[in-house]
């Protein structure tokens, strides 16, 4: 099993993040792989009672990062991950790294009314390997939200993918309800050039916390403000 040598990752790698127990790697890359015929697979097939909107023709494209490389903790040398702002902190006598993260969110345009779908997901890479994955964490879809209290996505909907060829498809769909919410100092519509992740919040029924909802605060987890800001990076046409 792949594990990761930072306390500050535990919390929030159970929520995000899945590993396999034979780390290898599998041909992926993001551009060609998460293309318009993934999206509208992903789309077409959902089982979402929420994500209702099946004609959408474009979706924007956010993304975040993290690296897994040296850094000194405690008198000591150590893994640790940090958001792509801060690999200025890795140690300087210990190059190189283990893992990359790219944690994507994908937003769908929404007609007539609906409401904007979402899809989140994490790739792990080999280290300065941009065509290949070592792991998939679930795949997220449901809705971008806003009510007085503040914007949110909220998942209806789990799961994974599976290699088809060279292809890649949606397969094992569930229910499974989860918020992620917004900070509203950052954007929080389908236009919006960023957004930001604050905090997630698991439903009474999750296998954590017994019978009571969790909420998993982000910045205290990961110490760090700057780690889930989801920055604009492309458009996908779906539809001409």
Not at 114 to 132: C, H, I
Not at 218 to 225: I, N, P, R
């Amino acid at each position: 099993m792949l594990k990761l040598n930072s306390s500050k990752l535990i919390i929030f790698v159970l929520v995000a993040l899945s590993y396999s127990c034979t780390v290898r790697k599998h041909p992926f890359n993001f551009n060609r792989n998460i293309d318009h015929t993934f999206l509208q697979s992903v789309i077409s097939g959902s089982k979402s009672i929420l994500a209702t909107e099946k004609n959408a023709t474009s979706a924007r494209v956010y993304k975040a990062g993290f690296l897994q490389g040296w850094m000194e903790q405690n008198h000591f040398v150590d893994w640790a991950v940090l958001s792509k702002q801060r690999k200025n902190e890795f140690t300087s006598y210990n190059r190189g790294g283990k893992s990359e993260y790219d944690v994507y969110l994908i937003l769908f345009d929404a007609k007539n009314g609906n409401k904007n779908s979402f899809l989140f997901f994490t790739v792990q890479r080999p280290w300065l390997e941009t065509d290949a994955a070592t792991g998939f964490s679930p795949f997220y879809y449901g809705i971008l939200e806003s009510r007085a209290s503040g914007p949110y996505l909220l998942a209806d909907e789990t799961f994974s993918i599976t290699a088809k060829g060279t292809t890649y498809a949606p397969t094992i769909r569930k229910s499974n309800k989860l918020y992620f919410l917004l900070d509203k100092q950052y954007g929080a519509s389908f236009k919006s050039d960023s957004l930001r992740i604050e905090k997630v919040v698991l439903t009474q029924d999750n296998q954590l916390s017994d019978n009571k909802a969790l909420v998993i605060s982000v910045d205290d987890v990961l110490g760090d403000k700057v780690s889930l800001i989801m920055r604009y990076e492309d458009t996908i046409i779906l539809k001409p």
